[in-house]
């Protein structure tokens, strides 16, 4: 059996599914990387602009660009308030389309694992910063567990399903991270850890919000009923234990690393 592929063509449904904890991990990225003002940015995997809104919020950029395959999540990006300014173009991180030594920032927030070459990805980040300039990333630990729906894809698979994957899961580990930011020639490697909690109402907030998963959401709608039972009971089970107003706190874990291109 084949496993299905990760498609993000819902802009508004990843918000949902994924913002809030995009964002809480990428407010702590931003925090590490410390970067002054009026630097061009280049986000790379950009999406619905999730990580890119902070970039205009926190960082008084002088340039933003951003790039993604999926024109559905450029499209919402576009949009989201603060980024009127930005500008987003579809592209891939393994050819990106910027000259050589053309931006100050390269950032891949939480898109290593779905670049089928990371060590391609890395080495067009590298040519594109400038001397000096800084090539970052940060990605779920998908190995360690560090995914935030990493209890629902423990649990789908323990019933049988098929849960799709990333391509390069194992991109997101601490140790390869450091491997391929050394092995692309960049200097001052550092790496960090960054844990995350996010609080959902209750059982059926956190049951509603991974409807809208682009990993996920597809299988949930082709269960049978009996098979919602059976997953609902495991879920609750394996879930951390509610609070006693009935809500639940997750918690995920991310690697980040950042370094100087020479
Ligand atoms: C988990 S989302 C992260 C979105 C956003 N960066 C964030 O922090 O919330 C992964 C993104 O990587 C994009 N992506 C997948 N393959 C890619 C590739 N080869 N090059 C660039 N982006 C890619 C997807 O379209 C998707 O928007």
Redesign the pocket.
């Known amino acids: 059996m084949t496993t299905p592929q990760i498609r993000?063509n819902d802009g508004a449904g990843y918000e949902r599914f994924?913002g809030v904890w995009?964002q809480s991990v990428?407010q702590q990225f931003l925090d590490w990387l410390a970067l002054p003002s009026s630097l061009h940015w280049l986000?790379?995997?950009?999406?619905?602009g999730?990580?890119t809104g902070m970039i205009a919020e926190r960082c008084a950029p002088a340039i933003i660009d951003g790039?993604?395959?999926?024109e559905d999540?450029l499209i919402y990006a576009r949009q989201r308030t603060g980024l009127q300014a930005a500008s987003f173009r579809q592209?891939?991180?393994?050819a990106l389309p910027y000259s050589d030594d053309s931006v100050d920032v390269a950032v891949m927030?939480?898109?290593i694992f779905?670049?089928?070459d990371p060590a391609k990805g890395v080495a067009e980040m590298t040519r594109v910063v400038r001397s000096g300039g800084t090539v970052s990333a940060y990605a779920w630990d998908m190995e360690g567990g560090g995914f935030p729906y990493f209890s629902l894809q423990q649990t789908l698979r323990d019933l049988g399903q098929v849960v799709p994957s990333p391509p390069s899961p194992e991109a997101s580990r601490l140790d390869v991270l450091q491997s391929l930011w050394s092995g692309a020639g960049l200097v001052d490697v550092q790496t960090h850890v960054i844990t995350v909690q996010r609080t959902y109402a209750d059982f059926d907030d956190y049951w509603a919000t991974i409807q809208f998963g682009p990993s996920v959401g597809k299988l949930l709608k082709m269960l049978t009923p009996e098979q919602v039972v059976t997953l609902q009971e495991s879920l609750r089970a394996r879930l951390p234990s509610p609070a006693a107003d009935g809500s639940i706190t997750c918690t995920a874990r991310a690697n980040a690393v950042k370094a100087r291109a020479h």
């Open positions: 993000f994924m995009s990428g986000d790379i995997g950009c999406g619905n999730a990580f790039i993604d395959p999926s999540q592209g891939d991180a393994m927030p939480l898109v779905f670049v089928p």
